[in-house]
């Protein structure tokens, strides 16, 4: 009977905890971060916390509605466009493992997905080149403003290629600044990024 | 990649991560996280999977335009339709990167 009530108790308090969680703007937590990582990539990612000097909170509001907004996107599976730009630089990447390219490319959304090709040596491409909506839906985001979902889709999104980490010093420096003047030419009020 | 949406929203363009690791995007700070249970280079789903890439997108954009607060994640609730095994293999590389190349190495010579 105590043990009953106890058991009610620790539930009771469970469910208050969650209730804080909530409040830390963190919603149910449902996904498993490392569910398809190796193991031994773990402890390179896990409890590492903020970057020195990027432990503060940064917010630009959204102020407009979400059907009057135009939106841009991002990936850094390393798209670029095979007949017209250069590839980002994996050949350097082979000599210098800890290097990876920080430059970025431009990706109408109008382009063919014949035109898209994958610079990238931690992931596998095939499924990048057989859609490449699944790291950067720009003709789904095109329907999304057809429809009257969003105010519009910029013409050209961004492509980097991810493996930055153990050097920011060039996408702080160069590639950020020029993503963003990029992103106020082409008239978008926000931006949707996705890692690779 | 959150330290770039960092930067970006910082110069006042507010961003969302959609990411397969949103716990680092957590610890890294961004500013809006969508988590998704994805493998890796697959962040709107599965290739061809329309309905899939749209709930992925249409959270993104609620998330973007709809949080109140710095640091507001909200998980997607769709399993990956391939089994696990399977999903951990076919995301990965068939020539391991560089990096892990070398680490491989490393590990070999210490044993």
């Given at each position: 009977?105590?043990?009953?009530?106890?058991?009610?108790?620790?539930?009771?308090?469970?469910?208050?905890?969650?209730?804080?969680?909530?409040?830390?703007?963190?919603?149910?937590?449902?996904?498993?971060?490392?569910r398809f990582l190796p193991r031994s990539f773990r402890p390179l990612y896990e409890g590492r916390g903020p970057f020195p000097g990027e432990e503060g909170?940064?917010?630009?509001?959204?102020?407009?509605?979400?059907?009057?907004?135009?939106?841009?996107?991002?990936?850094?599976?390393?798209?670029?466009?095979?007949?017209?730009?250069?590839?980002?630089?994996?050949?350097?990447?082979?000599?210098?493992?800890?290097?990876?390219?920080?430059?970025w490319r431009a990706i109408p959304s109008a382009a063919r997905p014949d035109e898209i090709a994958v610079a990238h040596l931690h992931i596998n491409d095939?499924?990048?080149?057989?859609?490449?909506?699944?790291?950067?839906?720009?003709?789904?985001?095109?329907?999304?403003?057809?429809?009257?979902?969003?105010?519009?889709?910029?013409?050209?999104?961004?492509?980097?290629?991810?493996?930055?980490?153990?050097?920011?010093?060039?996408?702080?420096?160069?590639?950020?600044?020029?993503?963003?003047?990029?992103?106020?030419?082409?008239?978008?009020?926000?931006?949707?990024?996705?890692?690779? | 990649?959150?330290?770039?949406?960092?930067?970006?929203?910082?110069?006042?363009?507010?961003?969302?991560?959609?990411?397969?690791?949103?716990?680092?995007?957590?610890?890294?700070?961004?500013?809006?996280?969508?988590?998704?249970?994805?493998?890796?280079?697959?962040?709107?789903?599965?290739?061809?999977?329309?309905?899939?890439?749209?709930?992925?997108?249409?959270?993104?954009?609620?998330?973007?335009?709809?949080?109140?607060?710095?640091?507001?994640?909200?998980?997607?609730?769709?399993?990956?339709?391939?089994?696990?095994?399977?999903?951990?293999?076919?995301?990965?590389?068939?020539v391991p990167s560089p990096i892990v190349r070398k680490m491989l190495e490393a590990r070999q010579s210490q044993s």
């Amino acid at each position: 009977m105590i043990a009953q009530h106890l058991g009610h108790l620790r539930n009771h308090r469970d469910h208050v905890t969650n209730r804080v969680i909530s409040q830390c703007h963190t919603f149910h937590v449902i996904v498993d971060s490392y569910r398809f990582l190796p193991r031994s990539f773990r402890p390179l990612y896990e409890g590492r916390g903020p970057f020195p000097g990027e432990e503060g909170p940064v917010w630009a509001p959204f102020e407009k509605r979400l059907s009057e907004s135009r939106i841009a996107l991002l990936t850094s599976a390393g798209l670029y466009l095979k007949g017209s730009q250069q590839s980002f630089d994996v050949e350097r990447e082979k000599v210098h493992e800890e290097w990876g390219d920080p430059t970025w490319r431009a990706i109408p959304s109008a382009a063919r997905p014949d035109e898209i090709a994958v610079a990238h040596l931690h992931i596998n491409d095939e499924d990048l080149l057989a859609d490449s909506e699944i790291a950067v839906p720009m003709h789904l985001l095109t329907e999304l403003a057809s429809e009257g979902v969003v105010g519009g889709s910029v013409a050209d999104n961004v492509s980097v290629m991810g493996y930055q980490d153990r050097s920011l010093r060039d996408w702080r420096d160069t590639t950020a600044p020029a993503i963003v003047a990029h992103l106020r030419e082409h008239g978008a009020d926000a931006l949707v990024l996705a890692p690779a | 990649m959150p330290v770039l949406a960092r930067w970006i929203e910082a110069a006042g363009i507010p961003t969302v991560v959609v990411t397969m690791m949103p716990a680092v995007a957590e610890e890294r700070r961004a500013p809006r996280i969508v988590g998704v249970e994805f493998p890796f280079g697959h962040a709107f789903g599965m290739p061809h999977d329309r309905a899939m890439q749209r709930r992925v997108l249409e959270l993104a954009l609620r998330v973007l335009a709809g949080a109140a607060a710095f640091g507001t994640r909200v998980d997607l609730d769709i399993q990956w339709p391939v089994p696990l095994r399977e999903a951990y293999k076919a995301w990965q590389p068939g020539v391991p990167s560089p990096i892990v190349r070398k680490m491989l190495e490393a590990r070999q010579s210490q044993s």
